[in-house]
């Protein structure tokens, strides 16, 4: 079942795969501006000639028509080659993995800061269902989901960093440098976390089982943490993978604002300067990351509640 499954799995990928190469390519298409002209005046204070950009055109291939450029990028990208970059020369995939690691660990910080905010909160919540914790954590969660995290990310580099100076405002380096990214980008997370939690938890309470040990007269902390938690849990880690996934997607305009070395300022610096192989490649594995993520996730549901079947 297992094997049937995991085959399942990656044959749905192929489908997936061929629909974002084809929307991304397409939408290179429409973007304004030559890339030839960009690539040719890259570096150099004079503007090209126009012999100089149609020889860039011809060396790249951009004056052959869209479906042979695209038939061609897909049978490079089908044998594992995403192109070279047109601004730095390197290859897309050194570009993509030499700027990875920076953004897992803005991802990962962000995931953490949201997770120790939602799980207490949403937990308490839940409890006290009601009471004045409640309704702040509410309003919280709901102000979280409203506020854009590059107004967030501006407004604590103005506070923290410029204002009282206990921060650093941009780059990576030690722990102090995640501290403000990594809040910025998980406020949001945990704002969907913490009413997920809340809501499930809430549902698990109302069952028989639940009823029965507290008329049995457990108390209310083991009732929840040994009966009521971890099946509440469940569409909780659903949702987990899937916001990891935007917080990859989202650490493009957090990384932009606290000039971050990840894939955010590269993609940002790709779209500036036209370096469309790197956009593709980054699109595709973005794509990948998702699918890759949703895989795990539903390993690991099943490993929480076994009644949980592949494929189901």
């Not at 192109?83 to 570009?95: C, F, I, K, P, R």
């Not at 995931?111 to 309704?135: E, F, K, T």
């Not at 309003?139 to 107004?151: D, E, K, T």
């Not at 490649?281 to 990351?289: H, P, R, V």
């Amino acid at each position: 079942m297992m094997r049937q499954y995991v085959v399942r799995r990656l044959v749905s990928l192929l489908p997936v795969i061929f629909g974002v190469s084809l929307i991304t390519f397409g939408l290179m298409g429409l973007v304004p501006g030559d890339p030839a002209e960009i690539i040719a005046s890259h570096g150099k204070e004079i503007e090209p000639s126009q012999e100089q950009i149609e020889a860039v055109r011809e060396e790249l291939g951009l004056s052959e028509p869209v479906p042979l450029r695209y038939v061609r990028w897909l049978g490079r990208v089908v044998s594992g080659d995403l192109g070279d970059s047109l601004l730095s020369g390197h290859t897309v995939w050194y570009e993509l993995t030499a700027h990875l690691p920076a953004t897992l660990a803005l991802a990962a910080g962000g995931m953490a800061v949201g997770l120790l905010i939602a799980l207490p909160v949403g937990i308490l919540s839940a409890v006290w269902r009601g009471s004045v914790v409640d309704q702040v954590s509410r309003f919280l969660a709901l102000l979280g989901a409203s506020v854009p995290s590059f107004w967030l990310g501006t407004i604590l580099v103005l506070f923290f960093a410029v204002r009282l100076g206990w921060l650093p405002s941009m780059g990576r380096g030690g722990l102090r440098h995640f501290v403000l990214p990594c809040f910025a980008l998980g406020l949001r997370a945990s704002a969907v976390l913490m009413r997920l939690t809340r809501a499930n938890l809430l549902e698990v309470l109302g069952e028989d089982y639940v009823r029965t040990a507290r008329a049995k007269g457990l108390s209310e902390g083991m009732l929840v943490l040994r009966h009521a938690l971890k099946p509440s849990l469940l569409p909780v880690l659903t949702v987990l993978g899937l916001q990891f996934g935007h917080l990859l997607g989202g650490a493009i305009v957090i990384e932009k604002v606290f000039a971050w070395p990840g894939l955010g300022m590269l993609v940002v610096d790709s779209i500036l300067g036209r370096d469309f192989p790197v956009i593709q490649g980054f699109a595709l594995f973005i794509t990948l990351i998702f699918v890759a993520i949703n895989f795990v996730v539903d390993l690991l549901c099943r490993w929480v509640d076994p009644r949980v079947q592949y494929g189901t």
